[in-house]
């Protein structure tokens, strides 16, 4: 892989700070060339234009979640555990990687259809991204046997998309308190209905994932 450029890692790290806040409108070429202390000219060496740029902010918004999040949970057993990891770790994930304003992705989303196609594409890519790894361990608690095998799959996903949204929400505004605790008991209280309580053997398990 081709090393980034330290002045181009220096912008998406700033870019991010403003996208988190503004929304990924806010990222001009002026405003993140003058949050750089780069010159517009400066800025367009290392982007070609603010389309590019975007997308680019979002790229980097998506490896900054992979690291915190998705490689975290990668510790885990893939299952159940994993997905609890998953969507504990999703929870408040901006703000732990630096990022005072919340989800980048959750802002590119809201402002969607003021986006450029090409941006509009990569906003919809990395959501497809999220929510195909949310449902592969939901696919695998169930082919352990951790979930029901009748487990609406893309229903559970939808929700837990809710669930995360509804607490991005009040973490910006704080209307509600605790609603750390608040999304991680609606997480739970989700799986109940779906969860199988006289869980099989570890060997049980494996067997089951591989006979699916």
Known sequence: MKPV??????????????A???????????????E????????????QSKELMQIAI???????????????AKKDTPGLKRLRSLFTGWLGW?????????CPFVHAASEYGALSEPVQEKVMLVQK????????????????????????????????????????????????DNCDAKAISAFERLLEPVTVHDMPSEQDAILLALNA
């Not at 609406?152 to 837990?160: G, K």
Request: proline share 2%; glycine share 8%; with cysteine.
């Open 94 to 102: 901006a703000q732990r990687s630096g990022l005072p304003g919340g």
């Open 36 to 47: 750089a202390k780069l010159s517009k000219s400066g800025l367009f060496c290392h982007f």
């Open 58 to 72: 979002l790229d980097a918004a998506e490896e900054l979640f992979l690291v915190n999040v998705i490689t975290k």
């Open 20 to 34: 988190s806040v503004q929304g990924i409108q806010g990222t001009t070429i002026g405003t993140v060339a003058k």
């Open 5 to 18: 450029h330290p002045t181009r890692q220096r912008v998406l790290k700033n870019a991010l700070q403003i």
């Open 129 to 176: 991204r999220l929510l195909n790894v949310l449902a592969k361990q939901v696919h695998v608690a169930v082919q352990r046997g951790e979930l029901v095998s009748d487990t609406d799959v893309d229903q559970l996903v939808f929700e837990l998309l809710s669930i995360y949204l509804g607490h991005h929400w009040n973490m910006r505004i704080g209307t509600i």
